[in-house]
């Protein structure tokens, strides 16, 4: 199994609060990606990162910023949390040794948050 | 744009059929890959299978098989004489080389299979 840990696993805030959720990988893939999860929408992209300072958008980006400053940890943050940011954050990451080959996703177990 | 469809919300089958979960995918892009993964009721997302633009090869591994047809923008998974343990949520999704590594899911098809 890739070595991906996500942290915290389960989370419960309150709408207005800070949250950081961290993804931290011991596999040195250069890629990593924040995706959420909700009923009905299967998971959609929210940033990815490249490399280290590298950072990019996805489809549901409004409201989360990221981070990465080490090549094995990708942080998301929802600076004020709201109600609609209540789902499931997986964090993936893979290592595309060829340009324009898109290479396998590992996905980690998964971060549950509410936000009430 | 890019697009990936599961049309089937819901499966229910019994022990031992065969059953079928439809994927269509939306590409503007002649390079793009393929990919299914299963989430069992434990949470954790599974790779199954990649498959690039050029190869429409169908695959078989196991009980599992895959069938790439570009004339139809499909690539369906079939699982044979199912079982108790294939009950889980299956992902079809969609990378445009150009893109990198990002993938577009599909809503996902819940299969419940029953003793």
């Known amino acids: 199994d890739a070595g991906i840990t996500q942290s915290p696993r389960h989370k419960v805030t309150e709408t207005g609060t800070p949250v950081t959720l961290r993804c931290h990988q011991t596999?040195?893939?250069?890629?990593m990606y924040w995706y959420r999860q909700d009923p009905g929408h299967g998971l959609r992209l929210i940033h990815y990162s490249y490399g280290v300072k590298d950072t990019d958008k996805g489809e549901v980006s409004d409201g989360y910023s990221v981070s990465r400053s080490k090549t094995e940890d990708f942080l998301l943050t929802l600076e004020s949390a709201t109600s609609s940011q209540t789902s499931v954050y997986f964090c993936?990451?893979?290592?595309?040794?060829?340009?324009?080959?898109?290479?396998?996703?590992?996905f980690g177990e998964g971060s549950r948050l509410t936000v009430l | 744009a890019q697009k990936v469809t599961q049309a089937q919300t819901e499966i229910s089958v019994v022990e031992k059929e065969d059953v079928t979960l439809d994927c269509v995918y939306e590409?503007?892009?002649?390079?793009?890959?393929l990919f299914w993964y299963k989430q069992p009721p434990s949470g954790e997302l599974v790779f199954l299978i990649r498959?690039?633009?050029?190869?429409?090869q169908n695959e078989i591994s196991g009980r599992y098989s895959w069938n790439f047809q570009k004339s139809t923008s499909s690539f369906n998974f079939t699982i044979t004489a199912s079982q108790v343990v294939d009950s889980a949520v299956y992902f079809c999704a969609l990378s445009e080389a150009r893109q990198g590594g990002k993938l577009i899911f599909g809503q996902g098809t819940e299969l419940s299979v029953k003793p």
């Open positions: 498959r690039n633009s050029f190869d429409e």
């Open positions: 993936a990451i893979s290592d595309s040794t060829l340009a324009g080959v898109t290479g396998e996703l590992f």
């Open positions: 596999e040195n893939h250069r890629y």
């Open positions: 590409t503007r892009d002649t390079t793009y890959y």
